[in-house]
């Protein structure tokens, strides 16, 4: 059974920073990919950004020059360093993993950010 553990998160001023970590543990081998979305209630989820196991990124285009999605030091974890942020950052923030390339099949729990004066 693969587990997804977030940590990071928080509140944050605009124009500050945090970096969230996730690790996957019962996975057999590599995961397609990992990333994270975010989610707030009422509006739809929006995919924040993507890490391949080739090492390909996506982001999206609200998050573009300001987030830096990067693997940590073990197999299977992801780091999403979040900079300059702005109140529209304030979400959710759900860590994925997926074995192909449709879909999400694990996520973890969420971990609030959020971004206020």
């Known amino acids: 059974q693969v587990e997804l553990v977030e940590s990071g998160g928080g509140s944050v001023q605009p124009g500050g920073s945090l970096r969230l970590s996730c690790a996957a543990s019962?996975?057999?081998?590599?995961?397609?990919?990992m990333g994270w979305y975010r989610q707030v209630p009422g509006f739809q989820q929006e995919l924040v950004a993507t890490?391949?196991?080739?090492?390909?990124?996506y982001y999206a285009d609200s998050v573009k020059d300001r987030f830096t999605i990067s693997s940590g030091d073990a197999p299977n974890t992801v780091i999403l360093q979040m900079n300059n942020l702005k109140p529209e950052d304030t979400a959710v923030y759900h860590c994925?993993?997926?074995?192909?390339?449709?879909?999400?099949?694990?996520w973890s729990q969420g971990t609030q950010v959020t971004v206020s004066a």
């Open positions: 019962g996975a057999s081998g590599l995961l397609y990919s």
């Open positions: 994925f993993g997926a074995k192909g390339a449709v879909g999400y099949n694990y």
């Open positions: 890490l391949g196991s080739g090492g390909n990124t």
